[in-house]
């Protein structure tokens, strides 16, 4: 687990030795007390909180947005933790609600930290897309002319067969 670059690795006006700072301010725990970190909640948390560090760059992250962070991974856990209640059918209002509301302090904390999802556009292009399936099915058309069997999706998601549409097929 690589907590180091909390206060351990930070300069300060008067710094103590490590045996008189905490496990959690050394980087060598969670916890300040209980947990073992070796149970299954632990590692998830663990998990998620790197995984948060690693987007922000760890190297440049406050104490105050590790916190912010570290909470976000603990409300992520256990947002987990209602979900599979819901999976099993065992959630209740109460459950909903909880899980409504924590959800919407888990994105506040993350807004405050700068997180924030940027999808990639991965959708191909029409000609992309004729182009691989054209090479994934062999023509059942027997004449040997690449695409032909692919008459039918072009009239689907071009609205119109290819002779309609002024271009041939591939």
Do not use: C
């Amino acid at each position: 687990m690589k907590l180091e670059a909390s206060l351990a690795s930070r300069p300060i006006a008067a710094p103590r030795p490590a045996a008189l700072r905490s496990k959690v301010t050394n980087g060598k725990s969670l916890f300040a007390v209980g947990g073992d970190m070796r149970g299954p909640w632990a590692r998830r948390l663990r998990d998620v909180f790197e995984l948060h560090l690693s987007d922000l760059g760890p190297d440049n992250v406050s104490e105050a947005e590790r916190s912010i962070v570290r909470r976000a991974a603990v409300l992520t856990v256990e947002l987990e933790r209602i979900e599979s209640r819901f999976a099993l059918d065992k959630g209740s209002n109460d459950d909903l609600d909880l899980y409504q509301r924590t959800a919407g302090n888990l994105r506040r904390l993350l807004e405050s930290v700068g997180l924030e999802r940027r999808p990639r556009d991965v959708t191909p292009s029409l000609a992309e897309y004729l182009a691989s399936r054209a090479e994934e099915t062999p023509s059942d058309t027997g004449e040997g002319e690449p695409g032909a069997d692919l008459a039918p999706e072009v009239e689907t998601l071009t609205g119109g067969p290819p002779s309609e549409q002024g271009e041939p097929l591939p």
